[in-house]
């Protein structure tokens, strides 16, 4: 099945839709089947997986090791390093051992997890000297808001980023308030986390009624409405095959003029500067 890509570098082209992470690992007897839904989400075309060090403790890099067992190739992984491992040493010692439980010999895109007090110059050095050791392919940032993500590309080799992942759903419109458009003068692709809001987007009435018209659940209005354009990446959790079936399905949605303006009525976008959330 091949899946709308989108291009983050030149010649890289990922998946409009991933797969999200936080929580698996958390509890052994459901690795097997975590493992299992990320392996049926690649078969579909969600190849893009994205964990980090601290979901589970680093469990949810093993369940990811797990799911990728014989078929590494077939897939592009984000991982994140903790803002207090950010220094110089901490960056690589944190990779390294990301790297051994993800069971691999190279990262996709390695994303500084969230603004920490490690001066971002080093952060970047010791980015940069992963990619040169083949450690990682690519890096970027998470829940950097605008000023931060300006500071942050304006210092040598901040222009590298490619990513910048943030909390981004029809409840969560703050990034539209100046960051999107900073992320695209940066070459930044921005990535959606909890597109679903973590499934409580479920009850949300404007989306139960536009899920009503196209005959689709409101999780998959809210997925849809996510990438509407094209130039948002999501990376949905689902730990079971029908949730990522269904993510799947959403991408066939088309929210028409009335649909996204009904959203609009219901859910506005900001009106005045908005500081990003997060999770
Ligand atoms: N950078 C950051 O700071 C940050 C912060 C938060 C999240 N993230 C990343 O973004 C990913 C996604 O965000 P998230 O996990 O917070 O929330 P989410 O993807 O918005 O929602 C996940 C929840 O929705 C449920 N779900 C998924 N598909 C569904 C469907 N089709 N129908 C009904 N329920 C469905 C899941 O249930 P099941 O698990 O039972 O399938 C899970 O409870 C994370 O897993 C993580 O990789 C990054």
């Known amino acids: ?79 994140k390093v903790y803002p207090f491992n950010a220094d110089r040493n901490g960056v690589i010692t944190a990779c390294e051992r990301s790297l051994r439980r993800l069971d691999t010999d190279f990262i996709d895109l390695y994303l500084l997890h969230w603004p920490g007090s490690v001066p971002v110059a080093e952060t970047i050095d010791a980015f940069r000297d992963l990619k040169v050791d083949g450690k990682i392919r690519h890096f970027g940032v998470s829940n950097f808001d605008t000023t931060e993500l300006d500071e942050w590309c304006a210092k040598p080799g901040g222009g590298e980023t490619v990513i910048n992942q943030i909390l981004y759903n029809p409840s969560r419109r703050e990034a539209e308030w100046q960051l999107l458009e900073a992320c695209r003068g940066h070459g930044v692709m921005p990535m959606a986390y909890s597109p679903l809001e973590q499934g409580r987007l479920h009850n949300v009435p404007v989306l139960r009624s536009v899920a009503e018209k196209h005959g689709v659940l409101p999780l998959q209005v809210a997925l849809a409405w996510v990438v509407r354009n094209q130039n948002v990446i999501a990376i949905p959790k689902a730990a079971s095959r029908g949730h990522v079936q269904a993510n799947v399905e959403a991408l066939d949605i088309r929210l028409d003029e009335t649909d996204l303006a009904a959203i609009d009525s219901a859910l506005p976008p900001p009106h005045r500067p908005s500081p990003l959330p997060m999770l």
């Open 1 to 79: 099945m091949s899946l709308p890509m989108i291009e983050i570098a030149a010649g890289e082209q990922v998946p409009l839709l991933g797969q999200g992470t936080w929580h698996m690992g958390e509890r052994p007897n459901r690795r097997e089947e975590e493992a299992d839904a990320l392996r049926f989400g690649m078969d579909l075309g969600l190849t893009l997986i994205d964990t980090a060090e601290m979901y589970a403790d680093g469990g949810a890099e093993e369940v990811v090791g797990q799911a990728l067992s014989g078929q590494r190739d077939r897939a592009f992984v984000v991982s």
